[in-house]
C-alpha cells in the first residue's frame, strides 16, 4: 500500500480564492482525520470521519471550512474564501479503528498570499 | 473534550545523553497513548505507543511510561544520537466507546541532539 496520498504536496493561492485539498487514506481503514498544524498551535484536529460520516467537526475553524467524504476511499477539505491566516500544512491521516495507530499522509503546504 | 499538555516544548541535550519528554491528558478514559516523531518537512510518525493495562513499553533506546492515577505519560530516550533530532508529539485517545476516534496531540517538543 502506498500509504495516505495527500494531493496537492503545495498550494499557492490568492486571498479569496477557493482552495480544494485531497486525500486518499489506507485501504480498509475506516477512520479519517483532518489535521492543521502551525508553528503556533501546533496539531489541531478539524475534523474526522468514522466509516464516512463526519463524527467532530468541532475542530473547523469558520463557516469557510468544510469537509466531505463521499465514499472510503476520497476526502476533500475545502475552504472559501481563503484568508492569508490559513496559511498552514494540512495533513491527513487514516487509522484502522479505536485504539490504533494514526498514519499520515505527507501533508499539504498551503500558502494564501 | 480531552486536553494534552507536553513539556518541555524544546530540549537541548548533547549526544549520548537521555532527553525525557512529558505528558499529562485531562480526561481519565483515556486509554492510547501514542508518540510521533516529525523530522523537518515531514509526516509525523509513530515512534511507540502504550495502552492503558501497562506501565512501561520499551523499543531499543526508547520508552515510555504511563501513570494513570496522576494521568501522566513521558518518552526517554537513552543513547541519544543526532538523528534524534526532531520535534516529538504525544497524543491521548479515550476509550469512551461508539465512534470516539478523537486522537488529541500535545503542542510538540523540539529535541536537538548536539554532536
Known amino acids: 500500500d502506498a500509504g495516505v496520498i495527500q494531493s496537492p504536496r503545495h498550494e499557492v493561492t490568492e486571498m479569496g480564492q477557493e482552495v480544494t485539498l485531497r486525500c486518499k487514506p489506507i485501504?480498509?481503514?475506516?477512520?479519517l482525520f483532518w489535521y492543521r498544524q502551525t508553528m503556533m498551535r501546533g496539531l489541531e484536529l478539524l475534523i474526522y470521519?468514522?466509516?464516512?460520516?463526519?463524527?467532530?467537526d468541532s475542530g473547523m475553524p469558520e463557516d469557510r471550512f468544510s469537509a466531505k467524504m463521499p465514499n472510503a476511499s476520497f476526502s476533500t477539505l475545502k475552504i472559501q474564501p481563503s484568508e492569508p491566516r490559513d496559511s498552514a500544512v494540512y495533513f491527513c491521516?487514516?487509522?484502522?479503528?479505536?485504539?490504533?495507530?494514526?498514519?499520515f499522509g505527507q501533508g499539504t503546504r498551503l500558502t494564501v498570499v | 473534550g480531552e486536553n494534552v499538555e507536553q513539556h518541555p516544548s524544546t530540549l537541548s541535550v548533547q549526544e549520548g545523553d537521555s532527553a525525557v519528554i512529558k505528558c499529562t491528558y485531562s480526561d481519565s478514559a483515556s486509554n492510547y497513548f501514542p508518540w510521533y516523531k516529525q523530522e523537518l518537512g515531514k509526516r509525523p510518525q509513530l515512534i511507540i505507543d502504550?495502552?492503558?493495562?501497562?506501565g512501561e513499553k520499551k523499543d531499543q533506546r526508547i520508552a515510555v511510561t504511563l501513570n494513570k492515577t496522576a494521568k501522566h505519560f513521558s518518552l526517554h530516550i537513552t543513547e541519544t544520537q543526532p538523528e534524534d533530532s526532531a520535534v516529538y508529539f504525544c497524543?491521548?485517545?479515550?476509550?469512551?466507546?461508539?465512534?470516539?476516534?478523537?486522537?488529541?496531540f500535545g503542542k510538540g517538543t523540539l529535541l536537538t541532539v548536539n554532536p
Open positions: 491521516a487514516s487509522s484502522p479503528g479505536q485504539g490504533n495507530e494514526a498514519f
Open positions: 502504550i495502552r492503558s493495562n501497562v
Open positions: 497524543a491521548a485517545l479515550p476509550n469512551s466507546g461508539g465512534s470516539n476516534y478523537k486522537l488529541t
Open positions: 470521519f468514522n466509516n464516512n460520516v463526519p463524527i467532530d
Open positions: 485501504s480498509g481503514h475506516n477512520s
